[in-house]
């Protein structure tokens, strides 16, 4: 497999199947036009692709990226691996260790677990994708602030895992970021200063900062 | 993992054909992946079934709630009509797993989940379960493994919306070759207990459609105690429900998970609880009778005095005592 674009990235699109139509359809009202092309899509979204290379569209922070992706190449990889977009980690790739973890029409989910090829349609945003005219979101300034981080690998995950939380949830308890975060383990041990982390950048100040997280 | 082909199905008849024999259906995909990438199934096209139409809604009735078989796990964890409704299936919602999982497991696929037995789940294992000769477990590392077995094999059944499903005395509805079956999740789960290459009676190309609970039992309850407090796997699970009415128990039901290759009921103590005011005494004395039989191996045992506190904890729980 190779990193290079489709030859034929619309081999499938509307306008190939209004070209084939001929004139009878060219004539038709727009309306059933639609219709018919909406089925012929459906039709083709109904065949079998693959092993080989496909054409695979990915909207990840909010940029289009096209790759020829075999169908088994999971979300991560082809973020990694087939584009320039390594702020996901691979730790585990067993939807165990949250390093992967990217947002997905804002919802976190793990990349390793899922499918490029499934993923299409969707919005995808990584780590990458958070910071705005070049300042940092809230999130990531209270790891800075906190010093939620040592090696940092874990680091991108947590802080989709927080932003996800933060956009459902403004003030949420300790608790609740706990809850959101029990997907994302960090082997250096910086738990405690990531859950302040997470409090500072809802605006929700700890009274310790050497709170011990029990997890209990 | 190996290579595959890849199809989306619109309908359900569409996707039983692209499947075919030799395919498997993709919601999810926490526990397909993770096959996938232990080489332990090679499906030669996965059929991605989430544009079903209808099958990811939530749908309130008079007698009983539809949930869909693509409902996510994150859907009904955040449906508050559910957290009233059905609490001990909230409850187990949220319990499952992580965010990110919850965000992309759906119903059916918690419900077909494979054995987490880790012999099972180890690419270079050929256990009972994968057609060979010996259970690795049974005389090993069996600590996760069941108190009741209907066959050689011990790995338990683990999916939590198997245990609440059971105790809500839900029913599954499956497609089977474009007729649907309505399955008890005793039924589901019935040739996991006779066979020991099932992990539930789900055969290539079945497709679970939805869930039905009916709306007898307005008290339920789930419990699961693990090794780590969140995002694990239960070392037990219990779930209860049932009516309260002038102080006596109706229509109650208990089941276990993660005990039984199958969620573990037992009739007579259902049977038992029914009509008793619910004190202490009583609910050990229904804990007995559920766990009465219970075949320990070398290091699962505490799992029935564990099984045993959680089914009285549920109980008093469900009376609202504790």
Redesign the interface.
Known sequence: MKNSAPENPGAHSRRTFLKSLGTVAATAATAQVKTVAAELEKANAEKIIGPDAVPVTLNVNGEKIKLLLEPRVTLLDALRNYSSLTGAKEGCDRATCGACTVLFDDAPIYACQKLAIEAQGHAITTVEGLAKDGKLNKVQLAFIEKDALQCGYCTPGFVMSITALLKKNFHPTADEVKHACAGNLCRCGCHPHILQAALKAAGVEHASKTEVVTYA | ??????????STS?ARE?VGEKGAY?AG??DL??L??EYLVSPE??V?I??LPGLNKIERGEKFWTIGALVTV?QIENNAEIKKVFPGLHEAA?EI?????R??ATVGGNLAQHSRCWYFRHRDVKCLKKNGDLCYARNSENRYHSLFTGNDCISPVVSSLATIFTALDATAIILRDGNELRWSMAELYADAWSQRLAHNSLQPGDLILRVEIPLARSRSVFLQASE????DWALVSCAAAAEIENGKLKSPRVALGSISNVPHQVAAANEFLNGKVLDDAIATQAAAMILQGAKPLEFNGYKVPLAETLIRRALLKLKGDA
């Open positions: 993992m190996k290579a595959f082909q890849y199809a989306t199905a619109h569409s692209l993709l995909g926490n992946l993770g996938l990438k096209t996965l991605n989430k544009s994150a949220t797993a992580s965010q990110q999982i965000n992309v780590k407090h969140a995002f």
